[in-house]
């Protein structure tokens, strides 16, 4: 992890974890219900959100720039802890093999979500999403099995479920333009 990484993290956590849990307005938690309806787990999405809120009533954009921040730090804190513990400590062949895919999708998931946070505060929100999307692509790169548990198994579950409510939110905030319809040439 870089300099910069390092700095940029503990700027973003000590700014939204210190932050004492309030409870929304209900302008502000019909957003929140309208991004967690969409993932396959409502309470953990929730939980997720509120407890990054600092006033009762938060926009989209707000809560966009929370969902993102707290996916690339989920990403960064994966990736230093497969680095840093579960890479060195992996005693069988499995494990290991497992561990080192994680830590190359993992490095990617970082650079792209680190790319969706810069495009987010410079307001274009499709590059915003097409990098959170590729970030899901390089999770599923890290393959995990209920039936050889590790705790990748429950890091790769977490960062999809933060992934999505980034996505989710980013959608609300500018959602996609509409599809193109085929038209007809008029023939003279």
Not at 146 to 159: G, K, R
């Amino acid at each position: 992890m870089t300099f910069v990484h390092l700095l940029v993290s503990l700027l973003i956590c000590i700014t939204f974890t210190s932050s004492i849990s309030v409870v929304p307005d209900p302008s502000t938690q019909d957003l929140i219900n309208r991004i967690c309806k969409q993932t396959i787990d409502f309470q953990f999405c929730n939980k997720t959100i509120t407890s990054q809120l600092i006033r009762r009533r938060t926009s989209i954009k707000t809560i966009a720039k929370l969902t993102a921040a707290k996916a690339w730090i989920n990403a960064i804190e994966t990736l230093d802890n497969i680095e840093g513990s579960l890479l060195p400590k992996a005693k069988d062949r499995r494990s290991k093999e497992e561990f080192a895919a994680c830590r190359k999708a993992y490095r990617l998931v970082d650079a792209h979500l680190d790319n969706a946070l810069k495009y987010l505060y410079l307001k274009d929100y499709r590059f915003m999403r097409a990098y959170q999307a590729l970030a899901l692509v390089n999770i599923s790169m890290c393959r995990t099995s209920f039936f050889h548990p590790t705790p990748m198994v429950y890091a790769n579950w977490n960062m999809r479920i933060l992934t999505d409510i980034a996505i989710y939110a980013g959608k609300i905030l500018a959602p996609p333009p509409p599809l193109r319809t085929k038209t007809k040439k008029k023939t003279p």
